[in-house]
C-alpha cells in the first residue's frame, strides 16, 4: 500500500503557472505508475497525465495536451504536475494516484486526498 499527500496547489491568475507535487510514502514507490486527475464543482473526475514507473511513459488527457508536463523524481518519492498557461476552467481539485499503466488507458488504485488550483480570469 502506499499513501499520497499532494501540495502546491493555490489561487493563480490565468497565464500563469504551478507545480503540484505529490509525496508518496513506502520504498516501492518506482514500481507504481503515478497519475493525475482533477475534478471541478459538479462535474466527473477527470484523468489529467499518467507516468510509468521508470518514467519513460506518459499520458495526458486531451484538454491538458502542451499545457502540463508530468514527472516524478523516484529517489525522492515525488510525483509532479506542472501546469503551464492556466486557464479558468482548470479549477479543480486535483488528486495524485498510484496504480497501472495500460496501452489505452490508466486504472488508479490509491488516492491521494486533493489539493485545490483555482484560477482567476
Known amino acids: 500500500q502506499v499513501q499520497l499527500v499532494e501540495s502546491g496547489g493555490g489561487l493563480v491568475q490565468a497565464g500563469g503557472s504551478l507545480r503540484l507535487s505529490c509525496a508518496a510514502s513506502?520504498?516501492?514507490?518506482?514500481?507504481?505508475?503515478m497519475g493525475w486527475f482533477r475534478q471541478a464543482p459538479g462535474k466527473e473526475r477527470e484523468f489529467v497525465a499518467a507516468?510509468?514507473?521508470?518514467?519513460?511513459?506518459?499520458r495526458y488527457g486531451d484538454s491538458v495536451k502542451g499545457r502540463f508536463t508530468i514527472s516524478r523524481d523516484n529517489a525522492k518519492n515525488t510525483l509532479y504536475l506542472q501546469i503551464d498557461s492556466l486557464k479558468p476552467e482548470d479549477t479543480a481539485v486535483y488528486y495524485c494516484?498510484?496504480?497501472?499503466?495500460?496501452?489505452?488507458?490508466?486504472?488508479?488504485?490509491?488516492w491521494g486526498q486533493g489539493t485545490q488550483v483555482t484560477v482567476s480570469s
Open positions: 494516484a498510484a496504480g497501472r499503466y495500460y496501452s489505452r488507458a490508466y486504472a488508479a488504485d490509491y
Open positions: 507516468i510509468t514507473g521508470s518514467g519513460g511513459n506518459t
Open positions: 513506502g520504498r516501492t514507490f518506482s514500481s507504481y505508475a
